[in-house]
T-cell receptor
């Protein structure tokens, strides 16, 4: 059974701080995605990484896929209250129809 | 743009009752999914469909049934509701991604409580 473990489970920081959240597995994935979910809404895709070692940037967010394609990290620079939410990583080896999700990292950024 | 629409948004059921969660998408996606989300547990795949007339079990299918008579609609049926089915249910859709996972588009969720 493939599992994705996310850490930390919960993070509360002050506005302006930097943070990194991690997504780890013992399995290799052909691609890995990061989603962000706000209360009362469904998850929304932030990024998909495909190549081992790949780094993608989305404004203040930097995503990295591990060289062995078993892990990923999300780094946020100068966090803002608008970054508050649940960050989910999701991995897949089936072309999309059996994507598995980690339990998520709940981020709270205080003004 | 409607995207993925789920109804109802909230529902309270008594143990043993049945109900159907409705899901429709207007993006002409072939793939559709039902997930449930429990606190601290992430999203678990219940059932998925790769096209009209084709459905298959996900990770946690027991107690649920689905059908896919059209590309647009993918209802989830709960028979004999149990407290363990208290959860938030998300319907999602995507294009086939080949070797690269396509983006999952989610509905806003349906919060179900079984008492």
């Amino acid at each position: 059974t493939q599992l994705l473990e996310q850490s930390p489970q919960f993070l509360s920081i002050q506005e302006g701080e930097n943070l990194t959240v991690y997504c780890n597995s013992s399995s290799v994935f052909s691609s890995l995605q990061w989603y962000r979910q706000e209360p009362g809404e469904g998850p929304v895709l932030l990024v998909t990484v495909v190549t081992g070692g790949e780094v993608k940037k989305l404004k203040r967010l930097t995503f990295q896929f591990g060289d062995a394609r078993k892990d990923s990290s999300l780094h946020i620079t100068a966090a803002q209250p608008g970054d508050t939410g649940l960050y989910l990583c999701a991995g897949d080896n089936t072309g999309g129809f059996k994507t598995i999700f980690g339990a998520g990292t709940r981020l709270f950024v205080k003004a | 743009n409607a995207g993925v629409t789920q109804t109802p948004k909230f529902r309270i059921l008594k143990i043993g009752q049945s109900m159907t969660l409705q899901c429709t998408q207007d993006m002409n996606h072939n793939y559709m999914y039902w997930y449930r989300q429990d606190p601290g547990m992430g999203l678990k795949l219940i059932y998925y469909s790769v096209g009209a007339g084709i459905t298959d079990k996900g990770e946690v299918p027991n107690g649920y049934n689905v059908s896919r008579s059209t590309t647009e609609d993918f209802p989830l049926r709960l028979e004999l509701a149990a407290p363990s089915q208290t959860s938030v249910y998300f319907c999602a859709s995507s294009h086939p991604g080949g070797s690269v996972t396509g983006e999952l588009f989610f509905g806003e969720g349906s919060r179900l409580t079984v008492l």
